[in-house]
């Protein structure tokens, strides 16, 4: 037995996730001592910098009056963020409700509505309850998760939109507090997130076993709708956000900078309020959801697997629970990890901004490792058995230690080889900078070389992790691994936000008119948050990767498919099928930017060529019509791409079945992980490609000429194509492969009994 009681596990797990959430609170006070009233900005004298006296006076700006302006400007993008997200969650909603009804009558049907209970589908000598009954909890399990999912979402952005004027006003004081408003301003929301989702989870657990008792393999397989649930609403949040996003930033970037040859974040460009708006509901929303929906899924598949291995069979609460236990653990480590760069050691200079970042990954990694074994071995039996396929196979637990460490350590490097690509500081970017020189046309071919090349050791990565911790764990050993990626989501979730509330604040800075010096502080931790950007995306992308393998796994088993044999002609038929989803996906979700795009450029040159003074400054563009464009495309086009992949796996398992569909899986997570990895990094290049010449560093930098030069504008093109690739489809890619394997394990027993209407009767 385990040395961790089920009593202490019980305490442990929601004490956990309370200390995740206090922590969280106490941040957002803290970010909030930074007052947006010019009486309160003026006073001074307290610690920490918060009333510290400004390092230099505005250069002939009345301090006054650049309080207000922020905190004018930061209304307004509160304002669009918040409406746009009603208007996207009314339309949800109504997705929400019916799909929870065919969840409900499809998986209602599988015992013909029969409310007498059932022999087990793995121990047929024990009875299970009821189908309906577990029809019921999916049901309610998929709300419960898509409510979950929306709600971090909308408060991450709430956060966002709170903390980016703060951070502009702590700008004028000095890098080193910009930096800590905006870095805490993100632990709030990964802390939320990471906390929230794991005391929903644990609570759902509970409640549910009130009813099942002993059943614990139905009792799991009603959990997966939790996954199933933040997932899906994960995958509107981001198609649609990343729609918004992008048409305005291309719609901005395309007149403003290559026509009019206006700065970025001017207040004369019309886009302007949209593309900031855009920042908030795409990169921070859709962010939230996504890498929330990977952890609900991670969970759920490693409590399926370990519901029918021996923590399952013995009623081993403790040992069944060793995935909460991870995440509580990675709660604590990441809120440690966190106080290193908000409290042990100050930034002062520009230089130290993406350091600071890099060294949170690095500690909360081999802080985390630590944790693992002490868990594990705590909360494990020295031997137990796990699923596999139809048999139990032997599992120590080191072995599993060593499972959940591979795919902690494998995050780490994907992160870093995704930096390597990404960041301005080395080769690729410079190359593709230097390959300006000579126009768009070389800009883009170099680009896209990056991005290809930028899928090797990621992959060798994922699947050298996959290869061990099946060998040791099977299935299980890679839901873990997935989990270990994940388990310091809090730290990584306040890296990832980070850079959109410094993009926001270097936005307002220009809109309000400060001095170029303060537009340079925020454009340093702006560039350190693209970096870092690219580097979230990097772990969501493989930590999907694992994430679908193992819920694949769990499909397989419950669907009873013994082998998947490629070269049976139903498998292939799906396999090909599924390896072109993504493209068809990623031309749906590009097409939508293009054409919302299209839309919003007219609409800003139609502005410059009609309103009287706007380009003289004298006059105020309309934002409210670029935010309206932007909103109705994206509420629009998110819905044909949603459809895509929810309606695959229905289609594919009722009518071709189980085998077929497990091709299809099979296909598109090969395909898929590829085409984001490529489309993420190919992005990031292109805009930090543009950010290296703007900001000339460097004696090369300085060669390739200040903004508005021929080869500044051959790398704003190409930013604007990397636009879609890295904020829309690359993204958006990830959420592809997890939803459809997630998906198809929940409705997996309606497959394997009403499945494959084609093949029966032809």
Partial sequence: MAILSALATEVLIPVAGVIGIIFAVVQWVLVSRVKLSPAAAASGGSKNGYGDYLIEEEEGLNDHNVVVKCAEIQNAISEGATSFLFTEYQYVGIFMSIFAVVIFLFLGSVEGFSTKSQPCTYSKDKYCKPALFTALFSTASFLLGAITSLVSGFLGMKIATYANARTTLEARKGVGKAFITAFRSGAVMGFLLASSGLVVLYITINVFKM??????????????????????????????????????????????????????????????????VGDNVGDIAGMGSDLFGSYAESSCAALVVASISSFGINHDFTGMCYPLLVSSVGIIVCLITTLFATDFFEVKAVKEIEPALKKQLIISTALMTVGIAIISWLSLPAKFTIYNFGTQKDVTNWGLFFCVAIGLWAGLIIGFVTEYYTSNAYSPVQDVADSCRTGAATNVIFGLALGYKSVIIPIFAIAVSIFVSFSIAAMYGIAVAALGMLSTIATGLAIDAYGPISDNAGGIAEMAGMSHRIRERTDALDAAGNTTAAIGKGFAIGSAALVSLALFGAFVSRAGVKVVDVLSPKVFIGLIVGAMLPYWFSAMT????????????????????????LMEGTAKPDYATCVKISTDASIKEMIPPGALV??????????????????????????GVQIAISASNTGGAWDNAKKYIEAGASEHARSLGPKGSDCHKAAVIGDTIGDPLKDTSGPSLNILIKLMAVESLVFAPFFATHGGLLFKYF
């Fill in 590 to 613: 590009m097409k939508s930017v293009g054409s919302a795009a299209l839309k919003m450029v007219e609409e800003v040159r139609r502005q410059f060529n009609t309103i009287p003074g």
């Fill in 646 to 671: 929810m309606l695959t796996p229905l289609i594919v398992g009722t009518l071709f079945g189980v085998e077929t569909l497990s091709g299809v899986l099979a296909g598109a997570l090969v395909s």
């Fill in 211 to 276: 009813y099942y008792g002993d059943d614990w393999e139905g009792l799991f397989e009603s959990i997966t709708g939790y996954g199933l649930g933040g997932s899906s609403m994960a995958l509107f949040g981001r198609v649609g956000g990343g729609i918004y996003t992008k048409a305005a930033d291309v719609g901005a970037d395309l007149v403003g900078k290559v026509e009019r040859n206006i700065p970025e974040d001017d207040p004369r460009n019309p886009a302007v309020i949209a593309d900031n």
